[in-house]
């Protein structure tokens, strides 16, 4: 599926925060049968040492070590290359991901000041919601322990273009009568991750749509999550999907930084594409290379109904991210 790191040697070390999870366990799963993985270190508060036992009898070449509690956490982030943070609460039914933010932004910060102690270096991906928020966090703790790099700091937006390409794949199969592979369509999906910050850019993906159709998908896409969370009905948001859009980052990850060329993924990461807008982070394709972020792709060519999409985006990103940093900025 994506595991095309299997020609590199098994030499890169992850570290996954939040690993006895709903996305955590998956995660780890799929990271273990990552054949370019050699160390698979699984932390968090409770079920780490069960998750390990059970992972490590797959014949796969990662050593997978579980440590629980805080007093483990320095041990498992030590010789990260690159560290994956689901820990933190999902949303129920009638919360917004900010509403998540009371709760996680404490853990993110906490975790983030432990890897800019013990793996200054790492790559880290963030999952914890919201991503809008967190990721400006861990910059600002990194930055405070002057140990900031933005190149190895990537929000995990994945997932949305994942659903992306199933919404607009099963939209034009029943459209056309013609059954479309959901991996052969490509959509541009910039902003962030929450709502109207996500922006799905259609008209650059070669398909005709009518205008209901481009009002249902980029819903559809905008609010997936909320899908997930009400079928979960109380008990989470989406898991196995993300977790499959997490392994999927991570794989790609660490091919560019084995030398892999022209491996693109959208990520939310420090950027200029919106910097006129006064927004410094912002979700777009980005080049990955051997130093984490290569290039930053722009946005490109936005029809009239994007342009208004994008203006609703700018607002409710900067409140994120300005909250983000307010947070990490506290005493
Ligand atoms: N970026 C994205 O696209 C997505 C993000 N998410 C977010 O991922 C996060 C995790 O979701 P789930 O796995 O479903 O939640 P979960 O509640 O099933 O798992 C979270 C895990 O984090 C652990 N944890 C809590 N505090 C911790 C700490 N200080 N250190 C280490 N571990 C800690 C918990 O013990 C638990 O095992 C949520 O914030 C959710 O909103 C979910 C789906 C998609
Ligand atoms: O909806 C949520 O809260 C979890 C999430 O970020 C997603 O599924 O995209």
Known sequence: MFFSARLLAAKTNVAILGAAGGIGQPLSLLTKLNPAISNLALYDLVNTPGVA????????PAKVKGYKGPDELDAALKGADVVIIPAGVPRKPGMSRDDLFNTNAGIVKSLASAAA???PDAHLLVIAN???????????VFKKAGVYNPKRLFGVTTLDVVRASTFVAEAQTQATGKAIDP???????IGGHSGVTILPILSQTGLSFSQEEVDALTHRIQFGGDEVVKAKDGAGSATLSMAQAGARFTDSLIRALNGEKNVVEPCFVESPVAAEQGIKFFASNVTLGKEGVDTIHPIGKLNAFEETLFEKVIPELKKNIQKGVEFANQA
């Open 117 to 119: 102690r013990v793996c």
């Open 53 to 60: 036992a059970d992972l490590s009898h797959i014949n796969t």
């Open 183 to 189: 991996s052969d369509v490509k959509v541009t999906v």
């Open 130 to 140: 919201p991503v809008n928020s967190t990721v400006p966090i861990v910059a600002e």
